[in-house]
């Protein structure tokens, strides 16, 4: 919450300020993220046996548990990286629309790929698997030292200070963009769709920065991370299925798209939105009943059951007025 209200008056600015905020924060939190991820391959810390030696847990069996396992943690690697999505939310702002979004999608994608999958390596090929389990919080601080000495730490504390608030940034300004896109539309109140002088959406800023603070009251990092994941399990399933729908009803297909995905991605997103639901879904339920208990998870369905009455509420609303408009339509 504490960064939410540091950037809030940054982004309340317009875009072009937010967007200086993150290339400044990408570049303090990469460069050396990429710097301490190399440095075992260097410095002969980095073991192969560490990753082929331990695959699997040594009491590991494929029965129904350990699958719901896989399948939870699949979910929240899915939460943690493949989250990019956000840049396509910018799409109405960019000059060219048709091509700077996929070109946004594509770039953010294969930073993702690669940093996490190498991060990963490098993380477990020099510590370990006991190396990361001793520190789970932040192994990359044991990494840092490791490769490269005392400095080490101090590089790792500044990346990790760097990326949290790079992390909150673009959260941040991408949720209030998406609440004031679904207000425009008429899926939440008109309120979220007010703009300040600047052209952002500050009153769905503040609402975005008050619902993390009650996040917060779950009391522990797992316990957020559990109630977020399956909010976004759910909320991505659901989008992919829409897609799917989009494509294939007739009345939504014929509508007008800046962008259009290459042909065989319908049946991609089907294909993704069946594994996100149900397979990912159970999967992060169960992992997150085991490590949370049922509070966390619970909070991840209400707040988009929350939605339900809200969407409802708007809907009847928006008939009334069409009735009264056309009413006055038919007396005039």
Known sequence: ?????????????????????????????????????????????????????????????????????????????????????????????????NTDTPKALLVCGLICLVLYVLVQTSVIGALGVKGVLADPISPMLPLAKLSLGPIGGSIAILMLVAAMILIIQTAFLSSARSIYSMAIEGNLPSIFGKLNANGNPV?????????????????????????????????????????????????????????????GWTEIALATGILNIPFFLIGIIYISTLESGWIATAVGFVVLLLYVPIWSHLQKNELKTAKKQEAVLLAE
């Open 203 to 263: 009153n769905a800023m503040i609402a975005d920065g008050l619902f993390n603070m009650c996040l917060i009251l779950l009391g522990s990092p797992t316990a957020i991370l559990s109630a977020s994941a399956v909010g976004y399990i759910v909320a991505n399933g659901m989008s992919l299925f829409a897609y799917v729908k989009s494509k294939k009803d007739p009345e939504f297909s014929k509508l007008e798209r800046p962008f259009k995905a290459p042909r």
């Open 1 to 97: 919450m504490l960064g939410a209200n540091c950037v809030t008056p940054i982004n309340s600015k317009g875009l072009k300020n937010g967007a200086k905020l993150g290339y400044i924060l990408a570049v303090v939190s990469l460069l050396p993220l990429v710097v301490i991820t190399l440095a075992p391959f260097f410095t002969g810390d980095f073991q192969l046996t560490n990753i082929t030696g331990a695959w699997l847990p040594q009491d590991w069996s494929w029965d129904l548990k350990h699958i719901l396992i896989i399948l939870g943690l699949f979910a929240m690697a899915e939460w943690s990286a493949v989250a990019w999505e956000s840049a396509a939310i910018f799409g109405p702002e960019y000059k060219n629309p």
